[in-house]
C-alpha cells in the first residue's frame, strides 16, 4: 500500500515538474504595457475577425427636375400641361407636392390611378374640399391628360 502511495506521488510530481517545464517555455516578456501598440494590435486583430465590408456603391442621383422636364410631343401631354397650371399652388410646379397645403406628390404615379383619384374627387366619390373647385369643371378627356402629363414629370 505504501509502495502504491509512493508511486502515485512520485507520477503526480512528475507531471507537475513536466508541466512547470512547459510553463518556463512559454516567452516571457517584461515589456510595459504600450496602449498605443495594444491599441493597433486590438484594431489588427478586429480586422481580422471581421473584415470590412465592402462599401455600398453610390446610388446614382436621379435628376433634379428643372426647366422643360416633360417632352410635349403629343397634344394630351401639351393640354396636360396647360391645365397643370391650376394644380401648381398646391401640388407644385414638378409634381413635388407641397407639405404646407398637405398636398400629396403627384410626379411619376401611373397616370391610371392619378386618372381615377381626380375622377373619385370629382365625383365626390373620395371627399377632397379643397380640390374640389380645382377638378370640378374638368371633361374626362381633361382629367385623362393632366394624368398623362404628370404621370411624365419625373419622380425625384
Ligand atoms: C387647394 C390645393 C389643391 C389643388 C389646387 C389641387 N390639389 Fe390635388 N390634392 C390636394 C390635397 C390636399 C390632396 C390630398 C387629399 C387627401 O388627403 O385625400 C390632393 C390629392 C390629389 C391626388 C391624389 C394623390 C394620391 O396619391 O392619392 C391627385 C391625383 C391630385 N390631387 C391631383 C390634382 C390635380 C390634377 C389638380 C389640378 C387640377 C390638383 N390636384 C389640384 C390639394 C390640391
Not at 20 to 33: G, I, T
Not at 40 to 55: E, H, R, S, Y
Not at 61 to 78: H, I, M, R, W, Y
Request: charge should be positive; include cysteine; proline fraction near 4%.
Amino acid at each position: 500500500m505504501t509502495r502504491l502511495i509512493v508511486f502515485a506521488i512520485s507520477v503526480i510530481s512528475l507531471i507537475g515538474i513536466l508541466s512547470l517545464r512547459k510553463f518556463k517555455e512559454e516567452a516571457v516578456s517584461n515589456k510595459r504595457f504600450n496602449y498605443v501598440e495594444e491599441e493597433k494590435d486590438w484594431k489588427k486583430f478586429k480586422a481580422a475577425i471581421n473584415p470590412v465590408k465592402k462599401k455600398k456603391k453610390a446610388v446614382a442621383q436621379a435628376p433634379v427636375a428643372t426647366g422643360a422636364v416633360v417632352v410635349l410631343d403629343t397634344e394630351e401631354l401639351k393640354n396636360g400641361k396647360k391645365l397643370y397650371a391650376k394644380c401648381i399652388v398646391c401640388h407644385g410646379k414638378y409634381g413635388e407636392g407641397k407639405p404646407a397645403q398637405k398636398a400629396p406628390k403627384i410626379a411619376g404615379q401611373y397616370a391610371w390611378y392619378l386618372e381615377e383619384q381626380v375622377v373619385n374627387i370629382q365625383k365626390g366619390i373620395r371627399v377632397n374640399k379643397v380640390m374640389m373647385p380645382y377638378v370640378k369643371n374638368l371633361s374626362p378627356q381633361d382629367i385623362s391628360d393632366i394624368s398623362a402629363y404628370v404621370a411624365k414629370l419625373p419622380w425625384k
